[in-house]
């Protein structure tokens, strides 16, 4: 991007925010309250047109919530003391570890050799693997990309399905039924996406109900593992691939399980780190031991066996990014549900929605959220935009608190399926270019709807057995 076409998009976040900021102040609204929703505006524009990095952009509007009195020093400086950027922190360095010792990769070798010897076993055997993977692994782009991706591609390559004329044999049936999996794998763990721990921030400001790692685990369970099996065999009817029976898949992992050789020391240090977390978080409830505390337990002991160094910890340049921005864009979203801004938009919007039988209000909350993500390139600007307004209107509609936050928490994921640009994982796996765009978009929403029957469905009488509402 030239330094004049920077210097544009720079120029438009800055004049929206400073003609929102000049505006007549909205009646019943304070004026602190519409300065923060200004400032806030022209931020995630930032993060929209990006004249600079999400950091960049983040620090730029602290110091401005500083120089104009919306936030004090202190209380802007400790945004990056909140629990929710340092769960974050320690599961990418427990990723990191995955990555780096092998592990990741073996799992999904061995996932392959024991399951993969028909396309559809082998659609669920990436769905396992991402399963596995993704409660210490809150990048999606790092699962996909740096695991996934790769297993993929060459998988599709050894089944003689290339992109062009042989892609359906195999290849698009993977890649489209791999990206569903992912959309679904991270709506399952509250430590499987960056955007999901900002949620329970936002829940617990807006709504001031506690979600914490189990709970959300536990509300996902059901619906989330109905939707990773019946998303196949739709994609299977609808999108069927050439081939059925493949038993070369087993032959291509257990060559790559031989090519790696014996586990290594620092792998079974690894995996017994990841067994420790995921077991002392699935346990948080008993053990209340906050899911923080237990990541951090988990990055120290992968340092203390040397599994990852400290160096590893400074070059894992995506955590540190997401520390920076993830800690500000709480900060400043916090900023508005204080002074009110969250509340007066909840009732105000409200009130033509109060009309309707609450089960429709309801509906037409979260569609709107939902298909709203069409319109984004990021599913954290989309939580950081949308999720506190729109939680607090299904509760002023008379939705109970916990339904309406999961509700809201688990379409912030899923809505990534929608289009091919919305999330990294979709860029790259649109760009092996074995599916084409009409029918990615196509696929991509008929997914939607089932996602939508599923959760809201089942997922709404399963979190009623559950006592959530």
């Known amino acids: 991007m030239s330094m004049s076409n920077k210097l544009l998009r720079g120029v438009i976040c800055v004049a929206v925010a400073a003609i929102l900021w000049c505006l007549p102040i909205p009646e019943g609204l304070k004026p602190e309250a519409w300065h923060a929703f200004a400032l806030f505006v022209g931020t995630i524009l930032g993060f929209i047109l990006q004249p600079l990095p999400y950091g960049a952009v983040i620090i730029i509007s602290t110091v401005i919530a500083v120089a104009t009195g919306l936030l004090t020093l202190k209380d ?107 959309c679904v794998c991270s709506a399952l763990f509250m430590t499987a996406m960056v955007s999901n721990p900002l949620i329970v921030d936002l829940a617990s400001k807006t709504l001031h109900i506690q979600i914490n790692w189990a709970s959300w685990f536990l509300a996902a369970s059901v619906p989330g593992i109905i939707a990773l099996i019946v998303i196949p065999l739709f994609l299977l009817k609808v999108y069927p691939p050439e081939l059925n029976k493949i038993p070369d898949a087993k032959i291509v992992a257990a060559e790559e399980l031989v090519r790696m050789g014996p586990v290594s020391i620092q792998e079974k240090c690894m995996a017994a780190v990841f067994v420790i977390v995921l077991a002392l978080w699935a346990t948080s409830i008993v053990t209340k031991l906050d899911a923080t505390f237990i990541g951090l337990i988990g990055m120290v002991l992968l340092l203390v066996t040397e599994v990852i160094t400290w160096k590893d910890m400074l070059e894992e340049k995506a955590a540190w990014d997401v520390f920076i921005w993830l800690g500000g864009i709480i900060s400043l979203a ?58 607090a209107l299904a509760v002023a509609v008379g939705v109970p608190p916990f339904l309406a936050a999961f509700a809201l928490a688990f379409a912030s994921t899923l809505c990534a399926s929608i289009t091919n640009y919305g999330c990294v994982p979709a860029a790259v796996l649109y760009g092996a270019e074995y599916v084409d765009q009409p029918t990615w978009f196509k696929l991509g929403f008929l997914v939607s709807v089932i996602n939508l029957i599923i959760w809201l469905g089942l997922g709404s009488i399963w979190w009623k057995v559950l006592g959530y509402w």
């Open 334 to 391: 916090g900023l508005m549900g204080t002074n009110g801004f969250i509340t007066w938009f909840a009732n105000a919007v409200s009130v033509p929605l109060s009309h309707l039988p609450l089960a429709v209000a309801f509906l037409l909350v979260v569609l709107i959220y939902f298909y709203a993500f069409y319109g984004f390139a990021g599913l954290s600007t989309h939580v950081s935009l949308m999720y506190g307004g729109f939680a």
């Open 76 to 182: 802007a400086l400790l945004a990056w003391s909140n629990s929710t950027i340092w769960l974050i922190l320690a599961a990418f360095m427990i990723s990191r570890g995955l990555i780096k010792t092998g592990l990741g990769k073996r799992i999904a070798y061995l996932v392959t050799k024991a399951f993969g010897d028909s396309t559809l076993k082998l659609a669920y055997a990436l769905s396992l693997v991402d399963f596995i993977l993704a409660p210490a692994t809150p990048s999606n782009s790092a699962r996909v990309g740096g695991i996934l991706f790769p297993l993929v591609k060459n998988l599709s390559t050894s089944l003689g399905s290339e992109p062009g004329p042989t892609a359906r044999k195999a290849g698009s049936f993977l890649f489209i039924s791999l990206f569903f999996a992912d």
